[in-house]
């Protein structure tokens, strides 16, 4: 029921008039649909683990509360992941996938320590659940490298000393090589604002963003492999 199709309150209205079971069970009914419909909101699309399908439907797959096999393009390869449907993708990356660049630091998606690409887009791996990844391209930080070869965004890190500690590096390099992906010559602002959701306790960010401006020196619409 929309607001503008709720009867009016009052003596004359429809709930007033009602017996008292009438009302309960049109509680009980309401809640009951509201229920349903709060959990089909909870669950993504094709993915929704659905616990009553509708009468005169045919049945839909159930999925989960075990784990279940997510398949995805994981740092350029085929891979099959092992994960419950209430996983996040930080912690299948970390404790399934042995993949532990991306950093648990917040745990809520406001510091950007375990910045991941999804399907060309950096996301907050904490902050997204792995079955959401099915089918998709995911690059971590292991990802960037071509064997002991750093990309060269990688080694102006390095150059220009753009970290201390060292925790934020992997979340701070991701997001910066999917930005790169976007702009390849970005300005300083552009920078700014692509590393907005990325936060560094040691306040690294002058040579994060030299380190970003040295990679990026005298190129013009270079490519991912570029960077
Ligand atoms: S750990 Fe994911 S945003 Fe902080
Ligand atoms: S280098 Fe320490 S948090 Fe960034």
Redesign the pocket.
């Known amino acids: 029921m929309t607001r503008d199709s709720r009867p009016p309150a009052g003596p004359d209205s429809e709930s007033t008039s009602a017996s008292p079971d009438a009302i309960d069970v049109s509680r009980r009914t309401f809640l009951k649909g509201a229920g349903i419909t709060i959990a089909a909101v909870g669950v993504s699309g094709s993915q929704a683990i659905a616990s009553s399908p509708p009468a005169g439907t045919a049945e839909t797959a159930v999925l989960g509360p075990g784990p279940m096999s997510i398949g995805l393009t994981l740092n350029g390869k085929t891979t099959q992941l092992e994960a419950e449907p209430s996983h996040t993708l930080l912690d299948t990356l970390r404790n399934n996938a042995g993949l532990t660049g991306a950093k648990r630091v917040c745990d809520r998606g406001s510091c950007g320590?375990c910045t991941v690409i999804v399907d060309g887009l950096a996301v907050n791996s904490c902050s997204m659940l792995a079955i959401d990844v099915m089918g998709k391209t995911v690059t971590t930080v292991e990802g960037l490298a071509t064997g002991d070869k750093l990309t060269p965004l990688q080694e102006a890190f390095v150059d220009c000393d753009?970290?201390?500690?060292?925790?934020?590096?992997p979340g701070?390099v991701v997001a910066c090589t999917a930005l790169l992906e976007k702009n390849p010559t970005p300005t300083r602002d552009d920078v700014r604002k692509g590393l907005a959701g990325n936060?560094?306790?040691?306040?690294?960010y002058q040579n994060?963003f030299e380190a970003v401006e040295k990679a990026t020196k005298g190129k013009k619409g270079a490519r991912r492999a570029n960077f």
């Open positions: 320590a753009a970290l201390q500690c060292g925790f934020c590096t701070m936060i560094c306790r040691c306040g690294t994060i």
